[in-house]
């Protein structure tokens, strides 16, 4: 039995007028043995009609402090970091950390032209609220990842880790990586989000759609009769066919609002 824990607040987000087409994306795990995934989240960026995009977790496939991009120019964080201010001159850009990179700071945010979310936020947009989440939170069956997450989101963790040298660091998260690929190979089927949990959320917070990414299983759920939840799929350019996706939500001419998912197979080079 998994105990519910207590329902988080959420920020509040007050689409600005001149936003009437707005995307999400998640999980795209940036890494730099993975080149083709990289460009076609640049020219997706840069391509893309909406007027906000969301970034829902997992940008990155690791992240050990700001200083990687800020004091490495020529580091593969810095190379993400001039992506995103250069899209950030076109249109509005919101992160949300996820399970990879919760070390995401204000810092590089703020070189970059992004705006930080909190997890979860609620976004107002066309008469909706929609419920924004990583999704990682509610994977209460997971009690060991739950009891990990708990650990590394916590100062006493995060303090003397960001306090260690670059080098460090980038071994130390050269182990965990190792050890969350060792287990997931153990693992026959990751957890999925709680459902009684994840009404609550919604309940709790006004919202009958919840978006949200972790789980790479993209779909819609039916979670009662007022509540649902969709799910955006993970990104992997060189996968057969690619899995390269966007939600997209555009106001319509009655002032409501449309969904569709975007497949963004034709920015791969």
């Not at 391509?47 to 969301?54: K, L």
Request: glycine share 6%.
């Amino acid at each position: 039995m998994t105990t519910s824990p207590a329902i988080p607040h959420a920020e509040e987000l007050v689409a600005p007028a001149e936003w009437r087409t707005v995307d999400f994306i998640a999980d795209l795990h940036l890494q730099e043995s993975e080149p083709a995934t990289l460009e076609a989240w640049q020219r997706y960026l840069a391509q893309t009609p909406a007027e906000a995009v969301f970034m829902l977790g997992d940008l990155f496939e690791v992240w050990i402090g700001d200083d990687a991009a800020l004091e490495q120019t020529d580091s593969f964080e810095a190379r993400c970091g001039r992506i995103l201010l250069e899209a950030s001159r076109q249109r509005d850009l919101l992160f949300m950390p996820g399970n990879r990179d919760f070390l995401v700071g204000p810092a590089f945010l703020d070189a970059c032209g992004v705006r930080g979310l909190a997890d979860p936020t609620v976004l107002n947009f066309g008469g909706t609220r929609w419920l924004l989440s990583h999704g990682d939170a509610l994977c209460l069956a997971d009690t060991r990842y739950m009891q990990f997450r708990a650990m590394v989101r916590s100062p006493q963790w995060q303090e003397p880790l960001l306090a260690k040298s670059l080098a460090e660091r980038q071994m130390i998260a050269s182990q965990m990586r190792a050890q969350s690929r060792a287990q997931q190979s153990r693992v026959e089927s990751h957890a999925d989000l709680d459902g009684p949990a994840t009404v609550s959320w919604l309940q709790a917070h006004n919202s009958p759609v919840m978006i949200h990414g972790h789980t790479h299983r993209p779909a819609e759920h039916t979670l009662d009769a007022d509540h649902q939840r969709i799910v955006l799929s993970d990104w992997e350019a060189t996968a057969t066919p690619p899995r390269l996706e966007a939600l997209r939500l555009t106001l319509t001419d009655g002032a409501g609002v449309s969904w569709q998912r975007i497949p963004l197979s034709t920015y791969v080079a």
